[in-house]
């Protein structure tokens, strides 16, 4: 993946219009991560907003290291329609009713796509599409786990063919588009 930013940074050197943004990498704060997140699990707690079963084993919780090293390569990167982030708040997942549930999985928010997020699970490492509004009208919830890692993530759906499973369609249309961007590179 690394071949991939570096390749696309070099092509959109000199180009004011760039379609994508793959900024420098640089080292997490993975403390203050985590604090950020332990406080607010405390605080959720302490307005009786979740069970105070969530605060079971939040000292052994973990930034994975595919987001370690993903910062490394690119902080904060985001291509047309899908862009990942560089402050990693609590993330929520919705139920039919349009309430948060599965809390004491511990997953943070790590992207958007559209209304909707990318979470990063700190025990397994997984990440999942959170559809967020489909509660509100009335739609199938889309909400699932798409990857094993964020590595392998930005690789399948940033720079790869699953990129097309989360943009609106008139993306794909574009000539001039990200998506003709990955194709003219045979990435997807």
Known sequence: MASKVTAVRNASANDPVALSRFPSGSELDTLRILGEYCEEMHRSVDRNDVPVS???????????????????????????????????AKGDIMDEDGEVYRIEEHWINVGIAGNDTFLLNLTTGHVMFSDQYFWRYGEENRSRVVSSDMLTFVNEYMFGAKYVELVDPSELEDPDGWYATLVANGWA
Not at 57 to 65: C, D, K, N
């Open 54 to 88: 969530v605060l079971a084993g939040l000292e052994s919780l973990r930034i994975p290291i595919s987001l370690i090293e993903l910062n490394r390569i690119t902080s904060g990167p985001s291509v047309s329609g899908l862009s990942i982030g560089s402050r990693f």
